[in-house]
T-cell receptor, first 116, second 113 residues
Framework: DTAVSQTPKYLVTQMGNDKSIKCEQN?????MYWYKQDSKKFLKIMFS???????INETVPNRFSPKSPDKAHLNLHINSLELGDSAVYFC???????????????FGPGTRLTVL | SQQGEEDPQALSIQEGENATMNCSYK?????LQWYRQNSGRGLVHLIL?????REKHSGRLRVTLDTSKKSSSLLITASRAADTASYFC?????????????FGTGTRLTIIP
C-alpha cells in the first residue's frame, strides 16, 4: 500500500496553462505539505496544512493555490504556468505538527513538472 | 539563505568503506533529521535526533549533533551499493505550532562496487 501518493508522476504543459497535482495519504496523518525541488536538488517548503487548515505559506506566488478537501488530501493547483515553475513537486505528510520531537515526514514519489 | 548546508556536496567511496557527511545550520533547532533520496524518488526518513541528544544509532547509521557548533554528522558504516543516493539534513525550527522542516543542499553519495 502506498503511504503518500501523487498524480500525475510527469506533467508536461505549455506556458500559460493551468494544471493540478493531486496528493493523498493513507497514514491517518493530520498534517500535509507541498515542497518544490529545483534542478539543483534544493528542496523548499511551499505550504503546509493541518486538519484542512493552512498553516504555512512560504511566500509562494498566488498562482499556486493548495486545496485540502479533507485531511487525507492536499491538491495543488497552478494557474498561468511559467517556465520557472518547472521542477519536481513533492507532497509529504506527518502525524501532527508543533514543537514535537517525532514529526518525521513521509514523502510522495514526486511530480516532475515541465513547462515549455 | 538555506538553514542547512551539507558537506561535501559529493562523495564517492568503495563499497565496504565508511561514509561521513556533515551538516551545518544557523539557528536553534528542536530536532534535526536526515533523509535519503534515491534518484527519481521521494525522500525517505532515516533518523531523527533531538536537540538534547548528542548521538543516535540506527542499524549502520550513526548521527551526532553538536548544538554548540550547530552541526551534525551522518556516518554510514560498511557501505553498500544500495546506499548510493542523495542525503539531506533537515532542521525542525517549529515555533508555536508552525512546524517546518528546512532542508540542506544535500550530499550526493556514490558507492563504487
Amino acid at each position: 500500500d502506498t503511504a503518500v501518493s501523487q498524480t500525475p508522476k510527469y506533467l508536461v504543459t505549455q506556458m500559460g496553462n493551468d494544471k493540478s497535482i493531486k496528493c493523498e495519504q493513507n497514514l491517518g496523518h493530520d498534517t500535509m505539505y507541498w515542497y518544490k525541488q529545483d534542478s539543483k536538488k534544493f528542496l523548499k517548503i511551499m505550504f503546509s496544512y493541518n486538519n484542512k487548515e493552512l498553516i504555512i505559506n512560504e511566500t509562494v506566488p498566488n498562482r499556486f493555490s493548495p486545496k485540502s478537501p479533507d485531511k487525507a488530501h492536499l491538491n495543488l493547483h497552478i494557474n498561468s504556468l511559467e517556465l520557472g515553475d518547472s521542477a519536481v513537486y513533492f507532497c509529504a505528510s506527518s502525524q501532527d505538527q508543533g514543537p514535537s520531537a517525532y514529526n518525521e515526514q513521509f514523502f510522495g514519489p514526486g511530480t516532475r513538472l515541465t513547462v515549455l | 539563505s538555506q538553514q542547512g548546508e551539507e558537506d561535501p556536496q559529493a562523495l564517492s567511496i568503495q563499497e565496504g568503506e565508511n561514509a561521513t557527511m556533515n551538516c551545518s545550520y544557523k539557528t536553534s533547532i528542536n530536532n534535526l533529521q536526515w533523509y535519503r533520496q534515491n534518484s527519481g524518488r521521494g525522500l525517505v526518513h532515516l533518523i531523527l535526533i533531538r536537540s538534547n541528544e548528542r548521538e543516535k544509532h540506527s542499524g549502520r547509521l550513526r548521527v551526532t549533533l553538536d548544538t554548540s557548533k550547530k552541526s551534525s554528522s551522518l556516518l554510514i558504516t560498511a557501505s553498500r551499493a544500495a546506499d548510493t543516493a542523495s542525503y539531506f539534513c533537515a532542521t525542525d525550527i517549529s515555533n508555536f505550532g508552525n512546524e517546518k522542516l528546512t532542508f540542506g543542499t544535500g550530499t550526493r553519495l556514490t558507492i563504487i562496487p
